[in-house]
């Protein structure tokens, strides 16, 4: 069992940036692909990045791909997601997950109970 709990959420300028965190508890975190999905109001939720293991690869939906960085620290049970250059479209409840499987097809068991992020001026 992991849990997780997300922090880091808020109102943000377009353009502006903000950092999330995951903290993961109960299991060996260092063991798990680590991934953020998000949900905005009436639409699906929809990955954003996943991170392996070790953090040796990563992989982004092509929406924040160039904006959006995931990584994490296996020491402090952590993973982030920093959100550059942001736009309002990227507003949405934020949450972490953790899993096994192909970094590019991971098999997401565990979730956290997510943050919100709101782009607006």
């Known amino acids: 069992q992991v849990q997780l709990v997300e922090s880091g959420g808020g109102l943000v300028q377009p353009g502006g940036s903000l950092r999330l965190s995951c903290a993961a508890s109960?299991?060996?975190?260092?063991?798990?692909?680590m991934g953020w999905f998000r949900q905005a109001p009436g639409k699906e939720r929809e990955f954003v990045a996943a991170?392996?293991?070790?953090?040796?690869?990563?992989y982004y939906a092509d929406s924040v791909k160039g904006r959006f960085t995931i990584s994490r620290d296996n020491a402090k049970n952590t993973v982030y997601l920093q959100m550059n250059t942001v736009k309002p479209e990227d507003t949405a409840a934020y949450y972490c997950?953790?899993?096994?499987?192909?970094?590019?097809?991971?098999?997401?068991?565990?979730w956290g109970q997510g943050t919100q992020v709101t782009v607006a001026s």
């Open positions: 997950a953790a899993g096994w499987g192909s970094i590019t097809d991971v098999k997401w068991d565990y």
């Open positions: 991170i392996s293991w070790n953090g040796g690869s990563t």
């Open positions: 109960g299991s060996t975190f260092s063991v798990y692909n």
